[in-house]
Structure formats: structure tokens, C-alpha cells
């Protein structure tokens, strides 16, 4: 059985406002956890029908700080969620009628080679960064690959690197492979509206396991840079990254770069290991053999 992945996780300040916004963009749950003794506490799975996972963790008193506003795109760990939709001004209004933010001043739009791309960033009832963007035609192929059936297409999540090189041979080794590379350091500044930056220069290097997409992030100007408010759990939007192995002792002695373990060491509880990327993102793998799933 090979690596994949398993879900991403968002830490939410109110379940309910969490469900109805993602609902939104095509996903419905799938089950919930009822423990609050649980680490992460109340957990709520949604799936959509591509079969990504978001699982939304709750606490009682979860203590968020970042106030709902967008995660900058230079704090190092994981940055946004992004979709490709064939109803790009539906979706939008989907998103303000769902407790989401439209961040206009994010918003670029341009015609090449006979097609036009327009993205913007919006953001969830908490903050988190969702991008949503389409072309016209919609789904030409290549990474605007649409979906029979589905309009509103999980295309991938973001993570802002501090070493392009380490982060890729480690997500390597959870099984992904190297797609397309879009480069914006020359000229420099060409997507400061969404970055929200000056004179900005970065490296878009997407990762492909199977259907699932990463996108490692990295910026040359200005330098990524650790965010406590934005690291600590229970303090921000993004929570963690799970993914199913068919080994712990192989996977954990595969990842280069990977730290202690998040929850105080790395040690395998319940067929689990819970460690950092070379970026601090939480990665939680989960031992699954052969016919589990």
C-alpha cells in the first residue's frame, strides 16, 4: 500500500459556522468525534466528492488570537486552500452568504494565449486564506484540469517553505512527485495584490501523490519568517496534515528534515506518529496495512 494523504486539519473557533461555510464549497460530513478528552478535542470529518478530507478540530476554549484575519502568505507552515470553480462569481457570493470574507484588493486577473485566469483570496469564518480561481474556457487541461460533475474542484493547499530543496525531498518521501513549477521572481512584484507584499520574488513548486496537490511556497523577497501566533495549536486556522502509511518505523526513518514529534516527542500512540516538516507543520502519520480502508 502506498503513502497518501490522509486528510488536512483546521482548527475552528465554532463547528457549526466551520460546516456551513465548507458545505458550501462541496463538502458534507462525514462523521464527528464526540470526545472532548481527545487531543485535538471535538473532531468533525467533512469529504467532498473528489474524496478530500477536512477534518475540523474544536476545543472547548480554543484561545484563537489571530482575530480572523488572513494568515500572511510569508509565515512559514501552511498557507491556504485552493479551488478551481467553473461559477467563479456564484462561488463568491457563496462565500459571503456562508460567513466568508471576499478580500477584492487580493484580486488579479489576466488574458495569455488565447485564455483569461482570474483568483482571488477569500477567507473562512476564521481567517483561513481559500483561494478561488477559474479560466475561461474553464478546465483546458494541465493544471486547470476540470472535473465532470463538479464545479467547484479542490485543486490543492499551500505551504510556505524556508528550504525549496529540503521540503521537496521530504514530501518526496511521503510519496509525492514533482509537477509544474511556476516561477514569479522575474519580474519581481507580479503577484503582490494576493501576496499582499511589495516587490515580491517566489517559487511555486506543486507536489502531486495520486490527485492530491501541495503547493510548497517559497519566497526570496520577502524572507519567510516563523509566526508563534500562527504555530501554536489552538492558535490558528491550520491545525495539521494527516496521511496514511503502511509502515511508522519506515515512513519515520524516510523523512528528512522531520523533527520532534508536536504533542511533546514522537512516540507511536494507537498506530500513530505525530512529527514536524522541516517548516513546523504538524504532520500526523496513521499505520493503515493492506485492505483497511
Not at 466528492?49 to 476545543?59: D, F, K, P, S
Not at 472547548?60 to 485552493?82: E, V
Not at 495520486?210 to 501566533?229: K, S, T, W
Request: charged letters at 25%; one cysteine or more; hydrophobic letters at 35%.
Amino acid at each position: 500500500m502506498p503513502i497518501s494523504l490522509a486528510y488536512r486539519g483546521l482548527y475552528v473557533s465554532d463547528p457549526a459556522a466551520s460546516t456551513h461555510f465548507y458545505e458550501g464549497l462541496g463538502f458534507a460530513v462525514l462523521h464527528e468525534d464526540e470526545r472532548l478528552d481527545a487531543p485535538q478535542g471535538k473532531v468533525k470529518t467533512l469529504r467532498n466528492r473528489q474524496g478530500v478530507t477536512l477534518r475540523l478540530n474544536h476545543l472547548p476554549a480554543p484561545g484563537l488570537r489571530t482575530g480572523g484575519k488572513r494568515r500572511p502568505m510569508t509565515a512559514l507552515g501552511p498557507t491556504h486552500l485552493n479551488f478551481y470553480v467553473a461559477d467563479y462569481d456564484e462561488t463568491l457570493a457563496t462565500v459571503r452568504a456562508r460567513g466568508g470574507d471576499v478580500a477584492t484588493e487580493t484580486r488579479i486577473a489576466y488574458t495569455q494565449d488565447g485564455s483569461s485566469t482570474d483568483m482571488i483570496y477569500c477567507t473562512d469564518p476564521d481567517g483561513i486564506r481559500v483561494e478561488v480561481w477559474t479560466t475561461v474556457p474553464y478546465g483546458p487541461g494541465g493544471f486547470s484540469t476540470a472535473i465532470p460533475g463538479v464545479s467547484r474542484k479542490f485543486s490543492h493547499s499551500g505551504i510556505c517553505v524556508r528550504d525549496l530543496d529540503q521540503s521537496i525531498a521530504f514530501y518526496e518521501a511521503l510519496g509525492f512527485v514533482r509537477a509544474e513549477v511556476f516561477d514569479y521572481r522575474d519580474p519581481p512584484g507580479q503577484l503582490d495584490p494576493m501576496f499582499e507584499e511589495t516587490g515580491s520574488s517566489a517559487i511555486a513548486q506543486m507536489m502531486r501523490n495520486g490527485d492530491d496537490v501541495i503547493e510548497l511556497l517559497h519566497f526570496l523577497n520577502p524572507a519567510p519568517l516563523y509566526r508563534e501566533e500562527y504555530a501554536v495549536p489552538g492558535n490558528a486556522g491550520f491545525f495539521d496534515i494527516g496521511f496514511h502509511v503502511p509502515s511508522l518505523a519506515e515512513a519515520r526513518a524516510a523523512l528528512p528534515g522531520a523533527t520532534q514529534g508536536w504533542s511533546g516527542d514522537d512516540r507511536v500512540e494507537s498506530g500513530s506518529l505525530r512529527i514536524l516538516d522541516p517548516n513546523g507543520v504538524r504532520i500526523e502519520l496513521v499505520e493503515v496495512k493492506k485492505g483497511d480502508l
